[in-house]
């Protein structure tokens, strides 16, 4: 059993930054491919970003292109999102999740992640 837990959110002013981490336990995260999922009030779970087993390889919903960036450190267990120039539209509770067993680089898809974080909440005030 993997558990994630992310921390980072808070509230913020449209313009700002914020850096979510996510750790997860166990020794295999190496293995895992790492995604950010997010959720509005009223709205289904959205893809933010993923990232492959060695960090060479990332995707993002076209949304954040540009403002948002993945990473990973495997020595620490742990994935980021960093978070700038952020908008209201960008309040959401955000997610990690793991595929334990990727058999695709990197992916978007939310049925292949096998593990879940509790969330965190990220509020943008205009």
């Known amino acids: 059993q993997v558990q994630l837990v992310e921390s980072g959110g808070g509230l913020v002013q449209a313009g700002g930054s914020l850096r979510l981490s996510c750790a997860a336990s166990?020794?295999?995260?190496?293995?895992?491919?790492m995604g950010w999922f997010r959720q509005a009030p009223g709205k289904g779970r959205e893809f933010v970003a993923a990232?492959?087993?060695?960090?060479?390889?990332?995707t993002y919903v076209d949304a954040v292109k540009g403002r948002f960036t993945i990473s990973r450190d495997n020595a620490k267990n742990t994935v980021y999102l960093q978070m700038n120039s952020l908008k209201p539209e960008d309040t959401a509770v955000y997610y990690c999740?793991?595929?334990?067993?990727?058999?695709?680089?990197?992916?978007?898809?939310?049925?292949?992640?096998?593990?879940w974080g509790q969330g965190t909440q990220v509020t943008v005030s205009s």
């Open positions: 999740a793991a595929d334990r067993n990727p058999t695709i680089v990197v992916h978007r898809r939310a049925p292949l992640y096998d593990y």
């Open positions: 166990g020794r295999t995260f190496s293995n895992y491919v």
């Open positions: 990232i492959s087993r060695s960090g060479g390889n990332t």
